[in-house]
């Protein structure tokens, strides 16, 4: 090959994108503003086809609605007694005399680990009507993610033998009305996470960044440490701060429970607003051995923070006092909320939210501080006549699983890494304070061509 003919090969091989040798993928996250919860967008099936499935932070494994429409040519039926069947922990095997489809044939795994909607996440299981919890065949299929180089997006990348529970229709009730299954991203190796950086030898990391804006979807990143760019060109992954993930012993899951959570807990040791320490009872946070009592979870299945009842009502006078000092307004509460403020009284920023106290989320004893601004802290409220802005955090209860829950409101425009390698969680400080937002991945690039 002669010189020229070299240096123009080379030439083409620096200036055409790599995404064939890239690992990294990326989906755009929804926020539904009617049941407040988020979705990730991404391809299913043979032939490809876009779906869209509620994302769920916590869960150990998804699942779809295999009643409606199931079309594929590329799905199969997990047989029983095989290394990915064992990875259920609780599968049994089951037979089934109908014709076979998604939902049924012999010798195929059922399972114990019945799927949860995240509505209803905190209810027991109806075993009268076992029509709304039940789970039959575990299946797989191919699923499609772009590819990303950390700034926007690529060609599709099928990953096949993605493993879905199966779940009938009505089991969707609560969900986004396009949700057609969940997409698991806890700390399981059935989870979208962990299954990708298996299948193709990438780091151990998720990254997600929540939009609430209805401009432009958020972004969630899998097998990547970064970077993670947003216009423009602000790469989040150089604020981030990290703190260790916690292990809680117990499943919240009744069907689990003898099981490890497979959510994700952060260490948090004190809250603060502007300063002053909220006054609550911390022996509530270490976790119970037996039933996995105790802890702060990071969570998408609420869109506000939840906190038990005594927790709360020492948060909310705090943060009262601290309002009084700016001279919020104090109105009678729209629910669920239990603080709101006549929203005239209250300044707003450019981008529109509220100038509000800053609340301090502790942990390692002072070491790591979690920063949330009004962004993050309240919710505008415009309804029969109505105009407030609410404390974005509710009164969670006197006896919760978990006494302090940062919900969806938490995290929004805040990039936050889940280090499955080291175990950490690490997260940025607000987006806007960088001079961008989650809303802002490039997404234009986005196109159905495959590697």
């Known amino acids: 090959m002669s010189t020229p003919l070299l240096f123009f090969f080379f030439f083409f091989l620096i200036s055409f994108p790599s995404y064939s040798l890239q690992t990294a993928s990326v989906a755009p996250l929804f926020k539904d503003h009617i049941s407040l919860l988020y979705s ?26 295999c009643y409606q429409n199931y079309n594929s040519s590329s799905y199969k039926l997990l047989l029983c007694n095989t290394p990915l069947s064992n990875s259920f922990n609780q599968g049994i095997c089951g037979s089934c005399v109908q014709a076979p489809s998604p939902t049924c044939a ?24 076992p029509e709304l919890t039940d789970s039959e065949n575990v299946i797989t299929d191919v699923l499609a993610l772009s590819t990303t180089d950390g700034s926007k997006s690529g060609p599709l990348r099928r990953i096949s033998e993605i493993p879905f529970a199966c779940v009938k229709t009505n089991f969707l009730r609560g969900l986004a009305k396009n949700v057609i299954g969940l997409a698991a991203l806890g700390r399981s190796n059935l989870s979208i996470p962990s299954v990708i950086s298996a299948k193709f030898n990438s780091p151990k990391f998720f990254a997600i960044c929540l939009s609430g804006a209805r401009s432009g979807p958020g972004v969630a990143f899998f097998g990547s440490k970064g970077p993670y760019r947003f216009s423009p060109n602000v790469d989040l992954s ?13 499943s919240g899951s009744i069907h689990t429970y003898w099981l490890p959570s497979y959510e994700y807990y952060v260490g948090l040791s004190a809250i603060r607003i502007n300063g002053k320490v909220v006054p609550f009872n911390t022996s509530l946070l270490p976790f119970e051995p037996i039933h996995g009592n105790g802890g702060a979870k990071i969570s998408t299945s609420t869109n506000y923070g939840l906190l038990e009842s005594s927790i709360y009502r020492a948060f909310a006078r705090v943060f009262m006092k601290e309002a009084a000092a700016l001279n919020f307004k104090l109105i009678n509460a729209v629910k669920p909320f239990g603080v709101c403020y006549a929203a005239k009284s209250v300044g707003v920023t450019a981008e529109g939210h509220a100038k509000a106290p800053v609340v301090d989320l502790v942990m ?32 969670g209860g006197e006896f919760p699983r978990t006494p302090i829950v940062m919900g969806g409101l938490q995290m929004e425009d805040h990039l936050l890494q889940f280090d499955l390698e080291k175990f950490r969680f690490g997260f940025s400080s607000s987006a806007l304070t960088e001079g961008t937002s989650c809303s802002k991945f490039n997404f234009n690039s986005i196109n159905n061509n495959f590697l």
């Open 40 to 65: 990730i967008s991404l391809h299913l099936k043979t032939p490809l086809r876009p779906a869209t499935l509620y994302l769920d932070l916590g869960g150990p494994f998804s699942w779809i609605d």
């Open 238 to 250: 150089k604020s981030l701060t990290y703190t260790p993930l916690l292990f809680n012993p117990a």
């Open 106 to 129: 012999n010798d195929t795994i059922f399972t114990y680990a019945y799927p949860q909607n995240p509505s209803l996440r905190d209810q027991f299981v109806d075993y009268d009507r």
């Open 364 to 395: 390692e004893k002072g070491k790591v501080v979690w920063k949330l601004g009004g962004r993050n802290t309240m919710v505008r409220i415009k309804k029969k006549g109505v105009d407030a802005w609410c404390l974005g955090f509710i009164n």
